[in-house]
């Protein structure tokens, strides 16, 4: 029996929800401190984290905020959202379960708007994006984070692979001029991009998401069957584990 994307995401991550609030790769980066800095300095009335997962980016907003909105459309993800954010003595963290697509939010809603790691798992990246359009009030910032796909075929053909052996709700990490191309549909303007590289631990990466031992060893002999610009551009490791690239885009 096939599901559609919103159920495969949510049975992936009821059951790890945790896991993603204690991960150091999610809970730690340059990137929740450039967050905090504009959150900062917009002090924004409203902001809304959009795809919470973990909650990383409401706890680094919620300081500088009058409310925190964390989305998620995993309500077991948004109760560890909640239990954290009680546990910090965070008060202005509220939850709501919402597809990117479909927020209940009303337009020009929010003063800023931060999403990362979470729009490669979008059932319709473009309605998700106009959707966070939507509820931004005009040049209101908008910061977005996310695995970027290589731009050679084979390097893309190769993480798309390993991530869905991974898990199965990821949809598509997007290029570069992908991304690009997104934002300027939506009607974002992008203001700054930076570019990072990050280095996936191959056993934390997997339990991480209670990856199958039969996908292990699938992404185990992709690797091993990669070529040697494949294995340079990841960087790959004899235990598996490798290094991907990471984009920060700042937009209004």
């Not at 994307?5 to 929740?32: C, E, K, M, P, W």
Request: proline share 5%; with cysteine.
């Amino acid at each position: 029996m096939t599901q559609d994307q919103n159920t495969v995401i949510r049975h992936q991550f009821g059951d790890v929800a945790a896991d993603y609030v204690s991960s150091l790769v999610h809970a730690t980066g340059a990137d929740l401190a450039r967050i905090a800095e504009i959150a900062r300095l917009c002090a924004p009335a409203t902001a809304l984290d959009l795809g919470a997962g973990g909650g990383h980016v409401t706890y680094a907003m919620a300081p500088h905020a009058g409310q925190v909105i964390a989305t998620d459309l995993s309500e077991d993800m948004l109760h560890a959202v909640a239990a954290e954010a009680a546990r910090r003595g965070l008060a202005n963290i509220v939850t709501l379960t919402a597809e990117a697509g479909a927020l209940p939010l009303a337009d020009a809603s929010c003063d800023m708007l931060a999403c990362r790691f979470t729009l490669h798992h979008w059932r319709n990246p473009a309605a998700g994006l106009a959707e966070a359009r939507r509820v931004l009030k005009p040049r209101a910032p908008a910061v977005f984070i996310d695995v970027i796909a290589p731009p050679e075929p084979a390097a893309d053909t190769h993480l798309q692979a390993v991530e869905l052996l991974r898990d199965p709700s990821h949809g598509r990490d997007f290029t570069v001029r992908e991304w690009q191309a997104m934002l300027g549909a939506a009607g974002f303007a992008v203001t700054a991009m930076t570019m990072s590289r990050l280095r996936m631990d191959f056993p934390t990466w997997t339990a991480r998401m209670r990856t199958p031992d039969l996908h292990v060893a699938a992404i185990r002999a992709l690797q091993g069957m990669a070529g040697d610009e494949v294995a340079r551009h990841f960087a790959l490791e004899p235990d598996g584990s490798f290094t991907i690239d990471v984009m920060l885009i700042e937009a209004r």
